[in-house]
């Protein structure tokens, strides 16, 4: 899911999405049952659990536009997030980036980048890059990136 198009292919992906990037104040997930509650209520509508999870897993596919406003209020999306494809990438997007902040790691990593300099934050970004792509399966590009040949070449600073 890491590019727009795919976070945004289906209605599917987009509850799912809510799902693991919103969670309670103690990090855990919702639960079906707790989010179809908030929409029954919301909505005066039936709103199952199982209705939810068919939603989720693209069991089901067309749900009211009542039904999607209420997920919507529950995460606090805004609905377009359901209906604009643009506006749907632009949040999950925002969604992922709240969901890697959650991390400790990612969080600390950012918060000490804060007070550097615009090159040195070039040359933590251009870093990452080079341990993404190894990570990513960089292999294919020969051994000459593991001998830290391009480790060199990382803090150019133009960014």
Same mark, same amino acid.
């Given at each position: ?133 190894? @990570? !990513?399966? *960089? =292999? +294919? $590009? %020969? &051994? /000459? @990136? !593991?001998? *830290? =040949? +391009? $480790? %060199? &070449? /990382?803090?150019?600073? *133009?960014?």
């Amino acid at each position: 899911m890491a590019e727009p198009e795919s976070a945004e292919s289906s209605l599917a992906d987009k509850i799912d999405g809510l799902f693991r990037a919103v969670r309670r104040p103690n990090r855990e997930q919702y639960s079906h049952e707790e989010v179809a509650r908030a929409c029954r209520e919301a909505t005066g509508d039936s709103f199952s659990a199982t209705y939810l999870w068919q939603l989720r897993t693209g069991r089901r596919d067309n749900p009211t536009k009542r039904h999607l406003e209420a997920l919507a209020r529950f995460f606090d999306v805004p609905v377009a997030y359901f209906f604009d494809g643009d506006q749907g990438a632009a949040i999950a997007r925002e969604l992922e980036l709240l969901a890697a902040l959650r991390d400790a790691g990612v969080r600390s990593v950012a918060l000490r980048a804060v007070n550097l300099s615009p090159e040195s934050v070039g040359t933590i970004s251009d870093l990452i890059d080079v341990i993404a792509r190894r @990570e !990513q399966g *960089g =292999s +294919e $590009r %020969g &051994g /000459s @990136e !593991q001998n *830290g =040949s +391009e $480790r %060199g &070449g /990382s803090g150019r600073g *133009g960014g």
